[in-house]
């Protein structure tokens, strides 16, 4: 292993101290270093590119090493960039350093290695990663891959321009790509993207979701087969995403109290709702054939189910637990390369919702219906049946009731002579 050479050792030591890192992370980040310096030189890679910290991070993550000590890692050697940047000559020297870099077809390898440490260190969800991936990719495409250390804010506030004036996105599309433009500065460049002045805005029109009545409903469940009847009973009768509706476990089910438990819901937030009396026998009844199916691969000798994060490694036996599994597991066992295990997955999304759209076709409803459709249903219902906004708002795990109160325009307004009195209720 090579040692840091003690000039560069105490130049990065100090650095530390201006950077306000805590004592408990110099250790880390030192140790970080010396990894890096053996790496380039064992590799033959230049450690005073920084396209060489794509390679390095990419060896620490083919080693097991966890999303949080790849972003430690890439914080340490980003630092230790900075340090070199700072022993450079000031402004001629700089000048120069800049033209030689690439104006186009830069290598952007870096920049996706980094978004994806930094997005797993705050335990975003992988449908964040890939969205920011999304957007990145073509503002790579339209500063035709300027090396990134070239970027300026003007290049975001021109991408978003056009996305708006050529491209014609929708005003959520182009909020979308800002969020992922200002992550992309702020944690991956760490460079400020500036005031947004001048940026031509998408219009956003009202929107206005789709609900179904209650016959409706009733209708395209009657032309669902087992389970996918079932996860619609709940998605409509809880309120639930598709997602959290997949990805309940045994344990959210408290029969006793007839609470549902959602955990790691949109945003990361865990809330419960009421679960409907007239599911009780189903759901209990799937559960006996969860649990049977449990047995069985517990017999065949599987691994478990799949955890998040770390609880693998916290809990070792969660896995094979009853508790843990899926209340809605895949119909086929999942065979892991890496380790030769076992393991089963929840039902995927794209089979609930192909069957949803069969379903619909089926029942012959001339509505735009897919799973998401259920959960507005189940709010407009509740709100039609004079339930308090802030109640649904709950219910359906909003952060702000400015987003639950577009279900008053989904059902009829009462007018001032059809308004009851409090006294006749």
Request: charged fraction near 30%; hydrophobic fraction near 35%.
């Amino acid at each position: 292993m090579k040692n840091i050479p003690p000039d560069l050792e105490n130049s990065f030591k100090t650095l530390l101290d201006q950077e306000s890192v805590s004592r408990q992370n110099r250790t880390e980040y030192q140790k970080w270093l010396r990894y890096y310096l053996d790496f380039c030189q064992k590799y033959s890679f230049d450690q005073s590119n920084q396209d060489s910290l794509a390679h390095f991070i990419d060896k620490l993550r083919k080693k097991n090493q966890t999303a949080q000590q790849q972003s430690q890692a890439t914080q340490a050697i980003q630092l230790y960039y900075k340090l070199n940047a700072e022993k450079e000559p000031l402004k001629q020297d700089t000048d120069k350093q800049k033209e030689q870099l690439k104006t186009t077809r830069a290598d952007w390898s870096s920049v996706y290695s980094t978004l994806s440490a930094e997005i797993n260190l705050r335990h975003y969800s992988p449908k964040t990663l890939r969205a920011y991936q999304g957007w990145v990719r073509p503002f790579q495409a339209f500063t035709k891959s300027k090396d990134p250390r070239l970027l300026t804010g003007s290049d975001a506030r021109d991408f978003l321009t056009f996305l708006a004036e050529k491209k014609k996105v929708s005003a959520s599309s182009q909020n979308q790509a800002f969020n992922a433009l200002l992550f992309l500065y702020k944690h991956i460049l760490k460079k400020d993207l500036g005031e947004l002045k001048g940026i031509v805005r998408a219009k956003r029109k009202p929107y206005i979701p789709v609900v179904l009545s209650r016959e409706e409903i009733d209708t395209i469940i009657d032309n669902l087969k087992y389970p996918y009847d079932l996860v619609v009973k709940l998605l409509y009768g809880c309120g639930l995403r598709i997602s959290e509706g997949l990805k309940l476990r045994v344990q959210d089910f408290n029969f006793d109290t007839c609470i549902l438990s959602i955990h790691d819901g949109k945003g990361k937030k865990d809330r419960s709702v009421p679960l409907p009396q007239t599911l009780m026998p189903e759901l209990k009844a799937h559960l006996e054939k969860v649990t049977t199916l449990h047995e069985k691969d517990l017999e065949f000798g599987y691994s478990g189910a799949f955890l998040i994060n770390q609880l693998e490694k916290k809990y070792k036996n969660a896995a094979r637990e009853l508790a843990w599994q899926w209340f809605f597991p895949a119909k086929t066992l999942t065979f892991i390369t890496g380790t030769n295990e076992y393991k089963r997955y929840h039902l995927h999304e794209t089979h609930v919702q192909k069957a949803i759209k069969q379903a619909v076709k089926k029942a012959k409803i001339p509505k735009r219906a897919s799973a998401h459709t259920f959960r507005h249903s189940f709010a407009s219902h509740l709100l039609q049946a004079n339930y308090d906004i802030r109640t649904i708002q709950e219910l359906l795990g909003h952060s702000d009731v400015r987003t639950t109160m577009i279900y008053t325009h989904t059902i009829k307004s009462k007018t001032r002579k059809e308004a009851m009195s409090p006294l006749d209720f």
